[in-house]
């Protein structure tokens, strides 16, 4: 059990959900729209895009930590880490944090091997490319974490919304639906709005270590616009998703997840210490989670009515 929980931990696969949740919402829309709903095919496609996400994870600590980033957060007693601490404070080597990242890799890789032999080459293609988007993250050369441009953010949106959820459809279909897209947009959105609120955490540090994340690059206050404006294009995306049939009606109940987080924006100030940014960390996550999980549940009535 110690094993397991240093594993856990690692990889931060408390977070898991934000990947699960796409994943599920495209299996269920080709249930929903098409009738088709292979279990074993969606068991595995949960294994691989579980493992893509915690190898992602690990990915991002082991080359943060190899840039600097982590250390800088380490030794900033303002900032609030994000990574595991493991390889930091010497809990696992350089080898063994490495040789359990790659493992996940290969467990990705082969589900998604697997998938494109049932239901052909795009279950292989779309994990593919997650698997780059992941590596790429904050690996040179490309590192688009690392440029703040908004690279990392269109990598996010691509990663946990858009891939995920057509991937999940595809494997079931063996086809494309632009409902698919649309489905993914809010929880595509919702997810990097938590990934780009997670920077306001350590920003400092980020820019010491030469890591341009658009808070960074623009300062609390702009980002803290834009952070607003991510919730925004979510709650308008859920709305189009209605008026163009990929969810039903009552799916708008969803929205009433996004309260919590509104509030929070207004207890902020143009700028806050790293420790003020930790309710607006835990709304985000907590509304990325209830609004897929409402959504889940709403394609599940729509199936059965």
């Known amino acids: 059990m110690n094993t397991f929980r240093r594993f856990m931990k690692a990889s931060r696969m408390r977070v898991v959900p934000v990947m699960l949740i796409p994943v599920v919402l495209g299996a269920l829309g080709a249930y929903v729209w098409d009738g088709a709903f292979r279990p074993w095919l969606f068991l595995l496609t949960l294994l691989g895009a579980g493992s893509a996400h915690l190898f992602s994870n690990m990915i991002n600590d082991l080359w943060d930590f190899k840039n600097g980033t982590d250390g800088a957060a380490h030794e900033d007693v303002e900032a609030i880490p994000t990574h595991s601490g ?45 698997g780059l988007i992941a590596y790429f993250y904050v690996a040179p050369p490309l590192r688009f974490g690392y440029r703040g441009k908004g690279y990392s953010e269109v990598a996010i949106l691509l990663s946990f919304g858009v891939l995920p959820v057509m991937g999940a459809y595809y494997v079931q279909t063996s086809h494309f639906d632009y409902r698919a897209l649309l ?118 009535a729509q199936g059965l009515i």
């Open 86 to 130: 493991y390889l930091t404070n010497g809990t696992w080597s350089l080898r063994t944090f490495a040789f359990v990242t790659w493992l996940l890799f290969a467990v990705a890789a082969a589900s998604g091997i697997l998938l494109s032999l049932f239901s052909g080459v795009w279950a292989f293609v779309f994990g593919a490319l997650g």
């Open 183 to 300: 489905l993914s947009l809010p929880i595509g959105l919702l997810t990097t709005l938590i990934l780009f609120n997670h920077h306001f955490l350590h920003w400092q540090a980020d820019r010491q270590a030469g890591k341009k994340t658009l808070v960074v690059v623009w300062g609390e206050r702009r980002a803290l616009r834009f952070s607003r404006f991510l919730l925004l294009l979510a709650v308008l995306a859920l709305v189009v998703d209605v008026l163009a049939g990929a969810l039903p009606v009552y799916a708008l109940l969803a929205l009433i997840t996004a309260f919590p987080l509104y509030r929070v924006y207004g207890r902020l100030q143009d700028k806050n210490s790293s420790r003020a940014y930790l309710p607006l960390m835990g709304a985000s996550v907590q509304a990325a989670n209830r609004c897929g999980a409402v959504l889940i549940l709403c394609l599940i």
